[in-house]
């Protein structure tokens, strides 16, 4: 490769890039490939074999990362020029990865299933711009990247990234308090499940009306529960319909201080928009969920030693509960010990008085004198002994009863930790799973981001109006796989294409065509790019 042409090194990246515009996922598919594209563009289509050993070099040099890297550079001046701090938006687009062999696997969201498969991380700017994509393995979790990836792409891009904006997946406490150790903004929002009544919050401030939303009002609030004002660092943003008391949706997060409450919800609905309609166009228009590089290492089997690592805890929680247990009973057996001891202490002086007692008593009898004082108090040690009985077999019985019940207890907690070591030494932990290389697919995933940017331009620059919001897959079919002629000329290259069927679609690629010859697009060469459409007959 280092020894190609640049030219020849364009071919083969036009080839690549234009893949999904042909109708093509994978270079295998230009085995069978008929076309006249590529053939326009190069004077010649190649094949498989050829582009296969291109993407390998292409993989062996790893140039997947850096390029993914270079090119967020690119798009952050691109569309959203000088150094002013930048908001983003990031979500995770998972793709299926169809093996049988032991492999990372997670929640498919597109199936409904767990299965192995590659995230790829997608970032979008303001307006739904794309910033770039980065592939991940497939166990890798949003809150473990967030904060670490904003520092890094504010060193790459030279500007500082102003807040994030993401979905429930980030939304729990370890990542809030992850941003609040790193002094950094972000937007998500809770679960749906987590629903909560308004009782739950302190309203802080006034209902607002909703930017853009007239029949909803959002606030800021906080918990209500001291411990959790205590341990969570999150400001939260209640919404719900306009007439109705509690809250239907809740913003969280540490949200930025210029935000009101009624901008929060809408800046989050920009999701959307903003990034999951741009992943979804993506899907249709860019082939992203085709994979490529099928090279693997294999490695412990992470998915394994989590599933390790929780069924550990449960052991651990059950030797806690049953440590309590013993605990309690050896704490029961004392107080029985100590409750004998003092009952035979108190038995033995109340025994000792008693004889003591009637010694007195017979004395008296024989010198003749009054005994009615004698006999009253030999009767109340008596009764004093019962009552002293009477309470030790109550005590007893009760201490006795406790121990019977945490005998039970600790006997169950005995089984249960036999059931969960068991389940947990099942687990296998020692046999290997192949990771994917990635760095095939991150060459490719570099290459459909590009393509779609391409496309983003294109509408954004040279489109007509009533064309400035096609997705992808619907431009390829209207415009960029458009039958026409090309004619190269010395100084200039003339593309002409055929009529289009109804008069809307003439017009506005007249309108396209009268643009972009505005423009004054050259071809890589310098030749100045003519475009034009054929009068309908």
Partial sequence: MIHSEAETIWHKLDHLLYLPLLGLCRPRDLYYYQGQGLKVLHGFTYKYLTLEHFLGELTQLQVGYPLADALADR?????????????????WHTKPHWTKSPAHSGHITMLERVMPGTKQLIL??????????????????????????????????????????????GSGLPTALRYEAAQRDYISVLPR????????????????????????????????????????PRRLVLMRPLGETDPTRIYTGRIPRHLSASAVPA???????????????????ANLNANFGYQYTEVSNRTQQRRWDEAQEKVQVTERHLAEQQEALHNLHAKLQTLRHTYRQEQQDLRRQTEAQITALVQRQAEGQTSRRCEQRLQHLYRQSDVLATRFQRQRLRLLEAAQKHWLQRNALQRERAERCATRDAIDTESLCRERDLHKDQVMLDLQILLASLHD????????????????????????????????????????LDPYRYPQHQCAMQETCRRLNAAQVRWRDGRLLRMRVAEGS
């Fill in 124 to 169: 979008n700017g303001p307006d739904g711009h794309l910033l770039g994509g980065w592939n991940d393995a497939m166990d890798t979790h949003l809150s473990q990247v967030l904060v670490d990836l904003e520092a890094d792409l504010a060193t790459k891009l030279k500007r500082p990234i102003a807040y994030n904006v993401f979905d429930s997946e």
């Fill in 75 to 91: 798009y952050s001046q691109a569309w959203y020029p000088g150094p002013s701090p930048l908001f983003i938006f990031t979500d």
């Fill in 193 to 232: 499940q987590d629903s909560h009544t308004l009782s739950a919050f302190a309203v802080v401030g006034e209902w607002e009306p909703v930017e853009n939303d007239a029949e909803h009002e959002a606030v800021f609030a906080r918990w209500t529960d001291p411990q959790k004002v205590r341990e969570d």
């Fill in 267 to 285: 800046r989050f609905r920009q999701r959307w928009m903003g990034q999951e309609r741009v992943i979804r166009e993506l899907v249709n228009g």
């Fill in 457 to 496: 331009w294109a509408q954004q620059h040279y489109f007509a109006p009533d064309w400035q919001h096609l997705e992808l897959d619907t431009a390829t079919e209207l415009i960029y796989r458009k039958s026409g002629r090309v004619r190269w000329g010395r100084d200039d290259i003339e593309v002409t």
